[in-house]
Nanobody
Framework: QVQLVESGGGSVQAGASLRLSCVAS????????MGWLHQAPGKEREFVAA????????DYADSVRGRFTISRDNAKNTVWLQMNSLKPEDTAVYYC?????????????????????WGQGTQVTVSS
């Protein structure tokens, strides 16, 4: 089992950048594929980005590709989401999530049901 704690959210203006962090406690962080998903008020939780266990493979939602970057450091039990050129439509609660039992190079899928462990979320608010 793994516990996930996100940080780095905040309120910014459009065009700004934020870097979200997710620190995992427990053992074997490197055995989890990781993802970031977000949920805006009144909407379903949506996929943002995911990364394989090794960090060598990534996937992004079309809405964030080219603006956001997911990365991880298994030695630090941490996954990050670098968010640049933020837009008001990026406003949401951002969740870090973990998917166990994947091969090393496989990226978790985009569905929320792919992920077993979740953090508590961190709010990102982008004003125009």
């Amino acid at each position: 089992q793994v516990q996930l704690v996100e940080s780095g959210g905040g309120s910014v203006q459009a065009g700004a950048s934020l870097r979200l962090s997710c620190v995992a406690s427990g053992r074997s962080f490197s055995t989890y594929g990781m993802g970031w998903l977000h949920q805006a008020p009144g909407k379903e939780r949506e996929f943002v980005a995911a990364i394989s266990r090794s960090g060598g493979n990534t996937d992004y939602a079309d809405s964030v590709r080219g603006r956001f970057t997911i990365s991880r450091d298994n030695a630090k039990n941490t996954v990050w989401l670098q968010m640049n050129s933020l837009k008001p439509e990026d406003t949401a609660v951002y969740y870090c999530a973990a998917r166990p039992f994947l091969p090393n190079s496989v990226i978790p899928g985009r569905s929320s049901s792919e992920f077993v462990y979740w953090g508590q979320g961190t709010q990102v608010t982008v004003s125009s």
